[in-house]
């Protein structure tokens, strides 16, 4: 199978679900509003519950649907949460109470995995020496989708209605299935054949346990800050147009992104995954210390693009990092573990910073991501059990 022609095909599919999935973030707690909660304190807890619901689903059932597609095949499992995703998010279209809408974010986190098993299918058939560049690249489809789809969504809402966007985002999410279904082929001889001849233990994945709490980590020292960062930005921003200056805080780091992805991605390929993981670690934590003391959106601008060409290295870093240690006949449980520890981290991340915030300050909030980032690279510094697959890299075994 050619690599870099599957590599394509899923950054189009990977886009599009993200563009989907996102549509709707912009006015959930609206939605929400409209399905009779009005008290705001109310619109904030359902709001809370709703947004987490999937993760909490997601996070159990990843694992379970990775083993699925060490025996089955890949291909099957980007249909199943493509077309899944996209049934259940149209129904949403059609709640009448917030607790119907709750109900069908648990069934969705169920369905997810569309994302991680894209990895898992790109990094099987990816040879090693170029897994950080196609898997970084491919992870821009991905944040290019997650950018433009809050946009369109408020764009469509306007438009059609919120529940015109439901409707839409089930579509996209059925259309990039068709795309897979189509364009992707898969050798499921192989998948046979390791299912039927070797023994799948899941002690076999134990050697990958810094690689999942690495995502852990980052993922939840990411995302604390997150969800309260345009609050902060209103507290340093006094000027005209407030909410485009809070959409250029939030969008920066993404746009930064889609060059640090790439760019870090092939940075591994040459002197190793985890070397760069550590890299990023340390230099997103130090991006943070011009937000935590600025004091114009400027400077605050500025540590958003900085962190946002660092964050870009982590994921491809850690997903290359499971291709090269994980048994081949369990890669795609592998890559599972892998994206319920980032969907661990996402619950996380916001509990842990808006707690910060209301007990201290949001200023405070950046400083312990930092901590938690360096201690984070201070791990894998010291943890040498990741240094075998730095070792394994062409270049370095000709040095």
């Given at each position: 199978?050619?690599?870099?022609?599957?590599?394509?095909?899923?950054?189009?599919?990977?886009?599009?679900?993200m563009?989907?999935?996102?549509?709707?973030?912009?006015?959930?707690?609206?939605?929400?509003?409209t399905?009779?909660?009005?008290?705001?304190?109310?619109?904030?807890?359902?709001?809370?519950?709703?947004?987490?619901?999937?993760?909490?689903t997601?996070?159990?059932?990843q694992?379970?649907w990775?083993?699925f597609?060490d025996?089955?095949?890949?291909?099957?499992?980007?249909?199943?949460?493509?077309?899944?995703?996209?049934i259940?998010?149209?129904?949403?279209?059609?709640?009448v109470?917030?607790?119907?809408?709750?109900l069908?974010?648990?069934?969705n986190?169920?369905?997810?995995?569309?994302?991680?098993?894209?990895?898992?299918?790109?990094a099987?058939?990816?040879?090693?020496?170029?897994?950080?560049r196609?898997?970084?690249?491919?992870?821009?489809?991905?944040?290019?989708?997650?950018?433009?789809?809050?946009?369109?969504?408020?764009?469509?809402?306007?438009?059609?209605?919120?529940?015109?966007v439901?409707?839409?985002t089930?579509?996209?999410?059925?259309?990039?299935?068709?795309?897979?279904?189509?364009?992707?082929?898969?050798?499921r001889?192989n998948?046979?054949?390791?299912?039927e001849?070797?023994k799948?233990?899941?002690?076999a994945?134990?050697p990958?346990?810094?690689?999942?709490?690495?995502?852990?980590?980052?993922?939840?020292?990411?995302?604390?800050?997150?969800?309260?960062?345009?609050l902060?930005?209103?507290?340093?921003?006094?000027?005209r147009h407030?909410?485009?200056?809070?959409?250029?805080?939030?969008?920066?780091?993404?746009?930064?992104?889609?060059?640090?992805?790439?760019?870090?991605?092939?940075?591994?390929?040459?002197?190793?995954?985890?070397?760069?993981l550590?890299?990023a670690?340390?230099?997103?934590?130090?991006t943070?210390?011009?937000?935590?003391?600025?004091?114009?959106?400027?400077?605050?601008?500025?540590?958003?693009?900085?962190?946002?060409?660092f964050i870009?290295?982590?994921?491809?870093?850690?997903?290359a990092?499971?291709?090269?240690?994980?048994?081949?006949?369990?890669?795609a449980?592998?890559?599972?573990?892998?994206?319920?520890?980032?969907?661990?981290?996402?619950?996380?991340?916001?509990?842990?910073?808006?707690s910060?915030?209301?007990a201290?300050?949001?200023?405070?909030?950046f400083?312990v991501?930092?901590?938690?980032?360096?201690?984070n690279?201070l791990?894998?510094?010291?943890?040498?059990?990741?240094?075998?697959?730095?070792?394994?890299h062409?270049?370095?075994?000709?040095?």
């Open positions: 199978m050619n690599w870099k022609r599957t590599l394509w095909i899923l950054w189009a599919a990977n886009f599009i679900v563009a989907g999935t996102s549509l709707v973030v912009p006015f959930l707690p609206l939605y929400i509003e399905l009779g909660v009005h008290q705001l304190s109310a619109m904030e807890q359902w709001s809370g519950w709703i947004f987490s619901a999937q993760f909490v997601a996070f159990i059932f694992p379970i990775g083993s597609a025996r089955h095949g890949r291909k099957i499992m980007l249909l199943r949460a493509g077309i899944g995703m996209g259940v998010t149209a129904l949403m279209g059609l709640v109470a917030p607790w119907q809408l709750l069908l974010r648990l069934v986190g169920i369905f997810a995995g569309f994302i991680s098993m894209a990895v898992s299918l790109q099987s058939v990816t040879p090693d020496e170029y897994s950080g196609a898997l970084g690249m491919l992870q821009t489809g991905s944040i290019a989708g997650a950018l433009i789809g809050p946009v369109v969504g408020g764009v469509l809402a306007e438009a059609f209605g919120f529940n015109g439901f409707y839409f089930g579509i996209l999410l059925i259309l990039a299935s068709v795309v897979v279904m189509v364009f992707v082929k898969e050798n001889t998948f046979q054949k390791t299912g001849k070797a799948r233990e899941w002690k994945l134990l990958l346990m810094p690689v999942f709490i690495a995502s852990i980590v980052t993922q939840a020292g990411m995302m604390s800050i997150e969800p309260i960062v345009t902060y930005a209103k507290t340093i921003y006094h000027g407030l909410a485009i200056m809070a959409g250029l805080v939030v969008a920066t780091s993404g746009v930064a992104n889609l060059i640090g992805a790439p760019t870090l991605g092939r940075l591994g390929d040459r002197i190793g995954q985890r070397k760069v550590i890299l670690l340390i230099m997103a934590a130090v943070y210390l011009p937000q935590a003391l600025a004091t114009g959106i400027g400077v605050l601008l500025v540590g958003r693009f900085l962190l946002g060409l870009g290295g982590m994921i491809p870093s850690l997903n990092l499971v291709k090269k240690m994980a048994p081949q006949n369990m890669q449980t592998a890559f599972g573990v892998n994206s319920s520890s980032l969907f661990l981290g996402n619950l996380i991340g916001p509990l842990l910073g808006s910060i915030a209301a201290y300050t949001i200023r405070d909030v400083y991501t930092m901590s938690i980032l360096i201690a690279a791990i894998l510094i010291w943890n040498r059990s990741l240094d075998h697959a730095d070792r394994d062409p270049v370095n075994q000709r040095v």
